[in-house]
T-cell receptor
Framework: KAGVTQTPRYLIKTRGQQVTLSCSPI?????VSWYQQTPGQGLQFLFEYFSETQRNKGNFPGRFSGRQFSNSRSEMNVSTLELGDSALYLC????????????FGDGTRLSIL | AQRVTQPEKLLSVFKGAPVELKCNYSYSGSPELFWYVQYSRQRLQLLLRHISRESIKGFTADLNKGETSFHLKKPFAQEEDSAMYYC???????????FGTGTRLKVLA
């Protein structure tokens, strides 16, 4: 099976812009989670989608949003970018049930100038 | 509040020495606990989960509900064990994952 694929791998944006990141889960996986990874904070949970519905949400401002399509692919959008949004954004997919491990992508490295 | 704590940011041990990476959690129900590992230039990947009660790459982890801990142990460290290790808790019912801040393990020759 192909692994979790995230595009693009790298992005450079300026403050105030918006950005959309994409994640293709492992075939058959219905859950997609997004995380922000920074050196100081580790992995911070953003949100999780299951069968096109947001099932869980972390403590991030409304500038961070996401969606999931019928093929389980997911996108994450960040509007009005701030310098502090510079981070590695990781996507993980799973089957979505109890004790199901998450499978991570390589991430999208977002740099805000 | 649900929380996962990994008190050590960095742990350095010599090759052949025992390793214990600490993980404590705060959760009111029955936790589902995992250890993930990220080797240099590789993806974050599952190392083991408590429900499996298995040993992976010589690592084991025992859930201690009394002490709310899920420490990762290996009797003899190898240089290839050098990596970033994350403890994670899955909230049963909500299926939400909570990660600790990670411990970097350095195994010295």
């Amino acid at each position: 099976k192909a692994g979790v694929t995230q595009t693009p791998r790298y992005l450079i944006k300026t403050r105030g812009q918006q950005v959309t990141l994409s994640c293709s889960p492992i075939s058959g996986h219905r859950s997609v989670s997004w995380y922000q990874q920074t050196p100081g904070q580790g992995l911070q949970f953003l949100f999780e989608y299951f069968s096109e519905t947001q099932r869980n949400k972390g403590n991030f401002p409304g500038r961070f949003s996401g969606r999931q399509f019928s093929n389980s692919r997911s996108e994450m959008n960040v509007s009005t970018l701030e310098l502090g949004d510079s981070a590695l954004y990781l996507c993980a997919s799973s089957q979505g049930g109890s004790n199901q491990p998450q499978h991570f992508g390589d991430g999208t490295r977002l740099s805000i100038l | 509040a649900q929380r996962v704590t990994q008190p050590e940011k960095l742990l350095s041990v010599f090759k052949g020495a025992p390793v214990e990476l600490k993980c404590n959690y705060s959760y009111s129900g029955s936790p589902e606990l995992f250890w993930y590992v990220q080797y240099s230039r590789q993806r974050l990947q599952l190392l083991l989960r408590h429900i499996s009660r298995e040993s992976i790459k010589g690592f084991t982890a025992d859930l201690n509900k009394g002490e709310t801990s899920f420490h990762l142990k290996k009797p003899f460290a190898q240089e290839e064990d050098s990596a970033m290790y994350y403890c994670a808790l899955m909230s049963s019912g909500t299926y939400k994952y909570i990660f600790g801040t990670g411990t970097r393990l350095k195994v010295l020759a």
